[in-house]
């Protein structure tokens, strides 16, 4: 289980998270949803101490993150996949390479990280590709190498910052069915931040919206679905928010 116990963070003046608490469960595909600049990706970065609580804690099955050693961290990291939102493969590296690159300083004897990096790429459906360099993938397939990479290390939970943006609708709804294939055959436990609403609801077994630095409303799709929060309501429908003048008053020579 994943704990944010009262996380706040600031950069200069810019205070970003402020008294962010959620509950991850085990074994469920948790969708944290909040808009550009929100946070979301802080959040994450916080769970593999790539960034420090000013305030609070992130405790990662019992263990609080920040109050880790080097060497305990880097197990941490080791159960941790991390699906970048910017795919960050090696250029010059093939996609084998850099799926590879990720299993090395790991005690697996060369047969298996080759099976590894074959069952990976299995499961995203890359069976071929494994030679190609990442210039020769569309942005689809790079997401798709970016998730292989987390899943060859076998993780107990896989972090997917902002998987479907940027992507056309078909290959949005291809990484959508991955990670819930990806979350049946391995069992990891999911974290995806988006503000894709169709993917949120595709994949969440529980969904949060971080809003103002803190979770606004945390509870299963349905309850999410249902809300009557009109911060939550407002994302989950796309709705502007407009100023309600510019919506009702006819402009100059457009009234009767
Ligand atoms: N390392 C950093 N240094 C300074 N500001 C940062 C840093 N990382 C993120 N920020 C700021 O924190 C805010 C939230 O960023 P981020 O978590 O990336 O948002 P998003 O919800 O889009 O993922 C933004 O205003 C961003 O500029
Ligand atoms: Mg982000």
Redo the contacts with the bound molecule.
Sequence with gaps: MILFEGVSKA??S?Q?LDGFSLEIPHGQTTVIL????????????HIVGL?TPDEGRVVVDGSVVHELKRDELAELRRSIGYVF?FAALFDSMTVEENIRLGLARRDLSPAEIEERIVESLRLVELDDAGRLLPAELSGGMRKRVGIARAIALRPRYILY??PTTGLDPVTAALIDHLMIRVRQESGATGVV?T?DMRSAYSVADRIAM?YDGAIRQAGSVEEIRATRDPVVRQFIEGRPNLPSATVSAPGPGVGP
Excluded at 34 to 45: E, F, H, M, Q, R
């Design positions: 950069f200069g810019n970003v909040g808009y550009s600049g929100s946070g979301k990706s802080v959040a994450l970065k960034l939102q910052d902002e931040v503000h971080l």
